[in-house]
Every structure is written in structure tokens, then in C-alpha cells.
T-cell receptor, first 113, second 114 residues
Framework: QQQVKQSPQSLIVQKGGISIINCAYENTAFDYFPWYQQFPGKGPALLIAIRPDVSEKKEGRFTISFNKSAKQFSLHIMDSQPGDSATYFCAATYTGGGNKLTFGTGTQLKVEL | ETGVTQSPTHLIKTRGQQVTLRCSSQSGHNTVSWYQQALGQGPQFIFQYYREEENGRGNFPPRFSGLQFPNYSSELNVNALELDDSALYLC?????????????FGEGSWLTVV
């Protein structure tokens, strides 16, 4: 049973545009939602994370929006740059889960000039 | 750099063989997790070790086993390799306890089973 659904599978955005990636979860016990960025041949790197007690978190050009009632959260990349081209994964975990992450299926982002 | 190092980076094995992958975690991180990432998929949790004991396991068969050593380094062992075991194997380290402790991933070990 896939507990975190991610869309779209791939995304092409023009330089300077906004990239939006969406995730939905099923397990209401999840209480920590990180986003990871992965470049080819590299391991995932933590980008930004949010807890369900806030509806939005912003770090630089990256913003997470969180809707607890809908069990959805999204990543917004403002002023997208070619260097942002990578695969993005949403993930979720819960207190007592031992830091076990449940990942989405990933979104391959390409930012074109 | 995350401070998590894995070896080897790439290896090719034959179906039925056994493989051992190694991970050195970030200094002070006594919790180590292993993930399998098939091509084009998100990482899947295999298991986690805390203080040298397995502390949580995903939906993987017993032929996937591990060890954690007193210095918190870890090994992932896979017996009776199958073609579907071909994947990127990721090690992640963190502090234990509440969720949200930053989890750092290594670069991974690419395993190809032929």
C-alpha cells in the first residue's frame, strides 16, 4: 500500500517560473514531512521539511504548503533555475517510527532556459 | 557532504551470490537506516539499527540482513541475490528519538545483479 502519492511524475518549467509538486498521504500518524532533492548518481539531500502544526514554511526560494485536513502537502520552487533540475521526493514519517521515511515516487524536474 | 560514506560505489554480482555493503555514519549518529531505490522509484525502507540492534524493518525478506558495529558503522548483507535486487542501496544516519531529526543519506552503492 503506497502511503504517499506524488505528482506529477515529470515537470518542465521555464527559467524564472514556479515549479509545483504535490503529495498526498494516508497515514494520519505522520507528523513530519521532508522534501528531498536528488541529482543523478547522488544520494537524496534534505531540502526543506514541515510539521503539521504550521500551514506553510519558506526557506529561500523553496516553500512547503501543508493542508492537514486534506492530507496534502506541496513544494513550490520560486524563480526556478536550471540548477534546480533534479528529482524531488516528498516523504513522511512519524514519532515512534524510528525515523523511517516513507517516500513518494518522485518528480523529475527540468528547468529550461 | 553529509558525512555518510558508503562502499563500494558500484558492483556487479551474479544471481545467487551474496553481497555486503558498508556504511560509515555521520559522527555522533547512532541510528542507521538502509533503503533500496530501484531505478525511477523512491527509496524503500529496508531496516534500521540503533545501538547495534535492529529497530524496525520494512517489507523485505530475511535474506536482507544487517549489522551495526560499536562505532555505529553498518553493513547490509543480501543473500541469494535475485535480478530484482538490482538497485541503488542507500544508507542514512540520524540521531534517534523523535521524528524530524535530520536524516542524512550517503551517495549509495549501485548493485547490478546479472
Amino acid at each position: 500500500q503506497q502511503q504517499v502519492k506524488q505528482s506529477p511524475q515529470s515537470l518542465i518549467v521555464q527559467k524564472g517560473g514556479i515549479s509545483i509538486i504535490n503529495c498526498a498521504y494516508e497515514n494520519t500518524a505522520f507528523d513530519y514531512f521532508p522534501w528531498y532533492q536528488q541529482f543523478p548518481g547522488k544520494g537524496p539531500a534534505l531540502l526543506i521539511a514541515i510539521r503539521p502544526d504550521v500551514s506553510e514554511k519558506k526557506e529561500g526560494r523553496f516553500t512547503i504548503s501543508f493542508n492537514k485536513s486534506a492530507k496534502q502537502f506541496s513544494l513550490h520552487i520560486m524563480d526556478s533555475q536550471p540548477g534546480d533540475s533534479a528529482t524531488y521526493f516528498c516523504a513522511a514519517t512519524y514519532t515512534g517510527g524510528g525515523n523511517k521515511l516513507t517516500f513518494g515516487t518522485g518528480t523529475q524536474l527540468k528547468v529550461e532556459l | 557532504e553529509t558525512g555518510v560514506t558508503q562502499s563500494p560505489t558500484h558492483l556487479i554480482k551474479t544471481r545467487g551470490q551474496q553481497v555486503t555493503l558498508r556504511c560509515s555514519s555521520q559522527s555522533g549518529h547512532n541510528t542507521v537506516s538502509w533503503y533500496q531505490q530501484a531505478l525511477g522509484q523512491g527509496p524503500q525502507f529496508i531496516f534500521q539499527y540503533y545501538r547495534e540492534e535492529e529497530n524496525g524493518r520494512g517489507n523485505f525478506p530475511p535474506r536482507f540482513s544487517g549489522l551495526q558495529f560499536p562505532n555505529y558503522s553498518s553493513e547490509l548483507n543480501v543473500n541469494a541475490l535475485e535480478l530484482d535486487d538490482s538497485a541503488l542501496y542507500l544508507c542514512a544516519s540520524s540521531l534517534p528519538g523523535i521524528s524530524g531529526n535530520t536524516i542524512y543519506f550517503g551517495e549509495g552503492s549501485w548493485l547490478t545483479v546479472v
